[in-house]
């Protein structure tokens, strides 16, 4: 009884080991090897589309306030894992993100870093950030790093065992993100632009994909909705199947991006109305070429 | 007898209660699909689907005054029961809802007196419609 018990401690160390190592942010790090190199200018104008395309106010602005430059974060974000509090991300030298460098900031987005080498949830749309092109990211940087410094941090995520274990995301990681090389520049127009927009700051597919057990988007149904994570009804399929939105020209979808009206004269609502006020504020070409990339989504049936 | 009077009048009041919720519902569907009907072409002339028209304009402004006239008095104790996508933020907290009601308004007037050619429709009316986008976001319960 006693070498057994023994042999089973022995076990749980090893097995602890193992796991630190595994999920340890430095080793995906040099697994992947990204290396930013962030020469040039930054370009302020296009920080700003990246902001709007990007959503960030969309999560990280102060609530009950109408200025969405003011990023205070706070607003929570009920999930099937918990409640998610978006953090302070203005320019405030303690409280947000004014003491980080553009390094930092690319890990953060790119890898779902913190400077401080803990994994950022998720929820955090960074499994499509990723995509993301160093100039994009730098522009955005510094873009955001004009706005209103807002004080005080928010609260920590009210997630239950084992979702609070921070540490475990490192296995997620190794499952549901691609890293695959990006450009230094984006995508300045054309089908290519709509494509890299909508897959990486647009992170369209992060509401608009349902989701296995891990949270992970399931594969091969990206893009036909599913129950709202949120827990309010259900996001729809923007396919082009009879389920999703075969029937809506890309005008229709552009339309959508940049005002929230359907065709029938209604309003979208739910979490789509709060993408809209960000879209509403980026450029009408981006938008233009996000509605077209969303019509040439090949028809995917969904789970309905 | 008394008995029996008593009774019928307490089911005709809870039969008032129960229709007048009814009719309130019935009364504001009927305000939001007038609306949304005026508003198909509204979207259709700012992406430039549709040649600008005047008249399509006033029609969708004057829709959306007509609905914040009578909105605020259309969601009784009760009408949040039945075939209703309202939410119970509404009930909860009547004097944001309102407020909220009372700036669509606002935002409506504004661009009644602003609007007078395709341009100022292009820079004014997307101000009335952010309108419709937050309070369906905090007010109406999404598709299911």
């Known amino acids: 009884m006693g070498r057994f018990l023994q042999g089973l401690f022995w076990l749980a160390v090893i097995a602890a080991a193992l796991f630190w190592i595994v999920t340890s942010p430095q080793l995906f790090a040099a697994v992947y090897g990204r290396i930013y190199k962030f020469g040039g200018q930054a370009d302020l104008d296009n920080g700003k589309t990246i902001f709007w395309v990007g959503g960030c106010a969309s999560c990280h602005a102060t609530p009950n306030q109408e200025d969405r430059t003011r990023l205070g974060g706070g607003a929570p974000l009920p999930s099937p894992f918990g409640k998610f509090y978006p953090p302070n991300i203005s320019p405030h030298p303690r409280d947000g993100i004014g003491a980080w460098s553009v390094e930092d900031f690319a890990r953060a987005m790119t890898q779902g870093v913190s400077p401080d080498g803990r994994h950022y949830y998720p929820a955090f749309p960074y499994a499509s950030y990723e995509r993301m092109a160093e100039n994009d990211l730098r522009d955005l940087f510094a873009f955001i790093r004009t706005l209103p410094a807002v004080e005080g941090r928010t609260r920590d995520h009210d997630l239950p065992f084992p979702y609070n274990v921070r540490r475990t995301l490192g296995l997620w990681k190794w499952l549901y993100l691609a890293q695959d090389a990006v450009a230094v520049a984006a995508p300045s127009a054309g089908p290519e632009r709509g494509k890299y927009l909508v897959e990486g700051p647009g992170h369209c597919a992060e509401c608009h994909s349902p989701r296995n057990f891990l949270g992970g988007i399931v594969a091969g149904m990206r893009f036909t909705g599913g129950p709202d994570p949120e827990g309010k009804g259900t996001i729809p399929n923007i396919t082009q199947h009879e389920n999703g939105i075969r029937d809506y020209s890309a005008q229709d979808i552009a339309t959508i991006l940049s005002t929230g009206l359907k065709p029938d004269g209604d309003s979208v609502g739910g979490g789509m109305g709060l993408a809209v006020r960000s879209l509403s504020q980026a450029p009408k070409a981006d938008v233009e070429a996000m509605a077209n990339y969303v019509k040439s989504l090949p028809p995917a049936a969904g789970s309905r | ?144």
Do not use: W
């Open chain 2, 1 to 144: 007898m008394a008995r029996k009077i008593l009774a019928v009048a307490m089911l005709c009041l809870c039969g008032a209660t129960v229709a007048l919720a009814q009719s309130a519902l019935d009364q504001r569907k009927a305000l939001m699909r007038t609306q949304g009907q005026a508003t198909g072409p509204v979207g259709r002339m700012l992406s430039g689907a549709e040649p600008f028209d005047m008249a399509k304009a006033q029609t969708a402004l004057d829709a959306y005054l007509n609905t914040t006239r009578q909105f605020r008095d259309l969601f009784p104790p009760g009408s949040d029961q039945g075939q209703t996508r309202a939410l119970p933020a509404i009930f909860e907290n009547r004097d944001a809802f309102n407020a909220a009601v009372a700036k669509f308004e606002a935002d409506a007037t504004a661009a009644k007196a602003a609007i007078k050619d395709e341009a100022t429709f292009k820079s004014e009316m997307p101000k009335v419609l952010a309108n419709c986008n937050s309070c369906h976001t905090t007010y109406r319960r999404p598709q299911q």
